[in-house]
């Protein structure tokens, strides 16, 4: 049987896993496709350098631009992240109709569109089932085992780094710059830890699945993101006490009216029995809840090395299937074109603490702004006197635009000294 | 666009269900297919019942035989159960060419060889997400997403029936009996529980997932297969004061030299800690761990007539959307050929409890004979004096054959009054 040629772009941490488990496997993957896989050539930027894995120095080449050209080449696995050459290799790939499996989260979320149009016209596949929670099947289920369903709701942890340094505040105490530093040198966080921290990471992949969920296009900068650099050891404490955890999430949930959706990242607090609360360190976890199957979760390694290879090899595999059988998987589904709704229409719950003056009438005037915004209170409960008192309040559901008018409003208050900390509550409505 | 026609076979609680969202959801599902679906015909035992749906007169018939193989009809959807008539008219449909859609795992795991050399004699597809697990995407993630990677363990809860009596009897201390019996009030068990209760449907389930973890083919009759009947309250608070819960698992394991797997449904003790533990109700949880992904997981409802119509609806679009592209999806894989070794070489754990005379020296004569087996023990406990002396032991891995001899001798040894339970323990090596 002919092999067919694969191209790799990148030998780094997954890039190395992936030519070691294409020679391991080779007779495995071989039956799986039904032909050889071929390593055609390895692109890295410098050819000298020591690498994690030996590679028949013959098939490493500076020039990703012929690799990916080739006549003889079938399939292109693309690893090497960021958004140039990437996308330029990308789409010379695809536009000569050869297939491509890429991790690349990032360029998916900024430029999806420019990479899916040059799939149709070259007839090829793009599949990218790594570039969202690692190892864990998560893309095709969402796109072709609940293609005969209606997702509501897509929520979950889907940054390693970020959940091992909440997950650390959250058993030891430690400070959001102690937790920093442990996973830096634990290899969890990078030097510049900012993509994961900020949340742009999680975005990505936010964007990525709400595409996906909801059959419409969506890019990195329509999803709302707030980082978690600003959670303090207090917050964490405080959450800790009332039952609840911080988890950076990432949800995506179509509107009441089933006419648009809301894409967003950001810190919250859920309660310590939801299913999401016991994901430890690195994990990742994805909730999925759809009308007809019920609520769904998937759970597994995020990153790494070998978890993110499994996945580009099975999508390796479904493409080469389909390069012998002369087909293609499914493409992108953008039919419904839902419109992202603003981060303002977005339903959510509020955490409030504030620091108040201890004299009779405080809680009446609080009350009474939290009423003039239609914001109505779930529970409140004070704590502390004197110069120490706090009131923390819990709100019912509200939009996120009417939340924050009455923070807003909190802070002209007199009485009210500070909002010490405002947090949005997810997962137990 | 000419619509893909599609024939049901059954409309009690999933077909019901399949034709409620077949007629809700006909432009999304037509969008994602590429054409409409069209409800051929229905086939029912008797024309007259009443139903929980509306259905066209006009479909209905009793003469299911003419429906799976007329002309126009494209897809056929199984949801009658059982061995046979449905055999039978999955054959004839095949045979003609057709895509077929099944939800039966008592036919998969009896004679799924039958159906897969239709399918391939046809070149239709046969897809059956639905028969495992329900809603959750499980199959296809085995079949596809670790197609590159080397799965060497499936472990789950895959029967919620048993599932909702284990936890109610963890929860509140009834016996199985009244679990049972509530269960049956509920609708969650039926008036003839055997199927469930006595580990025949977890154990189809079992084989299917081996079959498709290990690319092999796997019967119903080859999976080690124990229920949960002779489980008392006793047992349960055993399990519960030592931090451990009773599951029903169905345990698909790789031998350690990899030439070989073990396939078993049997109670267990799993640690309170292991996220199978907290799966409540009739909720199905799956783990899966394969070498380079690492440990996964699988969360969702495993029965119902919505959620089973879920994964019936997604396979719908994936075998439309092939037949449309004149194509299908990937063929029976059972290229590794393994074999299935006997429960005697499979490695597990026990936790076992003597009733036994309260007298110097017993614990020696035990352990004399754990060690004459080769058994080592992990933890022993004293409980009680006099005649209620109690030995609890939980012991270390060792093959099911030693543990089997360990606890034959135990019945043997004169200071040994009674062996009380005998439990095998999962899930924290």
Redo the contacts between chains.
């Keep these: 049987m002919k092999p067919l040629k694969v191209a790799l772009l990148g030998c780094g941490v997954v890039g190395s896993?992936v030519i070691r488990?294409m020679h391991e496997?080779a007779d495995?993957?071989a039956?799986?496709v039904g032909a050889p896989l071929e390593l055609a050539g390895v692109a890295v930027r410098r050819l000298g350098r020591k690498r994690d894995i030996d590679v028949d120095p013959e098939l490493l080449t500076t020039d990703a631009e012929s690799l990916v050209t080739r006549d003889d080449v079938d399939i292109v696995i693309e690893v090497i992240g960021g958004i140039e050459p990437a996308r330029s290799l990308i789409v010379a790939a695809l536009s000569r109709g050869k297939s491509v499996v890429t991790a690349n989260k990032a360029l998916l979320a900024e430029d999806g569109s420019t990479l899916h149009e040059a799939a149709r016209t070259g007839n090829g596949d793009l599949y990218f089932?790594a570039s969202v929670a690692g190892?864990?099947?998560l893309l095709?289920?969402l796109r072709?085992?609940?293609?005969?369903?209606?997702v509501k709701r897509v929520l979950g942890i889907v940054n390693g780094t970020t959940n091992y340094i909440l997950d650390k505040m959250d058993s030891t105490g430690a400070s959001f710059t102690d937790a920093l530093e442990e996973a830096q040198t634990l290899g969890y966080a990078e030097a510049d830890p900012t993509a994961d921290v900020e949340g742009f990471d999680a975005a990505a992949k936010a964007a990525i699945l709400a595409g996906l969920a909801f059959?419409s296009r969506v890019r990195a900068d329509e999803v709302h993101r707030e980082g978690i650099t600003e959670i303090t050891a207090t917050d964490v404490a405080s959450a800790k006490a009332m039952g609840y955890v911080i988890k950076l999430l990432a949800i995506c949930a179509r509107s009441d009216d089933g006419r648009s959706f809301g894409v967003r990242v950001h810190p919250a607090m859920i309660p310590r029995s939801h299913?999401l609360a016991?994901v430890r360190e690195a994990y990742n976890a994805v909730f999925v809840e759809?009308?007809?199957?019920?609520?769904?979760?998937?759970?597994?390694?995020g990153a790494g090395g070998?978890?993110t290879?499994?996945?580009?090899?099975?999508?390796?595999?479904?493409v080469g299937?389909n390069r012998l059988?002369?087909?293609?998987g499914?493409e992108e589904?953008t039919?419904?074109d839902l419109a992202v709704h603003p981060m303002g229409e977005t339903v959510t719950r509020c955490h409030v603490a504030l620091d108040v003056a201890d004299k009779p009438g405080v809680l009446a005037q609080v009350a009474e702004l939290f009423a003039k915004h239609d914001v109505s209170i779930q529970t409140v409960r004070q704590e502390g006197h004197g110069d120490d008192a706090q009131l923390v309040i819990v709100t019912h559901r509200a939009t996120d635009a009417a939340l924050s008018a009455t923070m807003a409003g909190l802070r002209e208050l007199d009485i009210v000294r500070a909002v010490a900390s405002v947090m949005r509550v997810e997962g137990d409505e």
């Design positions: 896993q488990l496997q495995d993957l039956a799986r089932e190892a864990i099947p095709r289920p072709e085992s609940l293609a005969g369903d209606r059959h299913p016991g759809a009308e007809s199957a019920g609520q769904l979760m998937f759970y597994g390694k070998a978890p290879a499994s996945a580009v090899l099975g999508d390796l595999v479904a299937r059988a002369g087909t293609h499914p589904s039919y419904a």
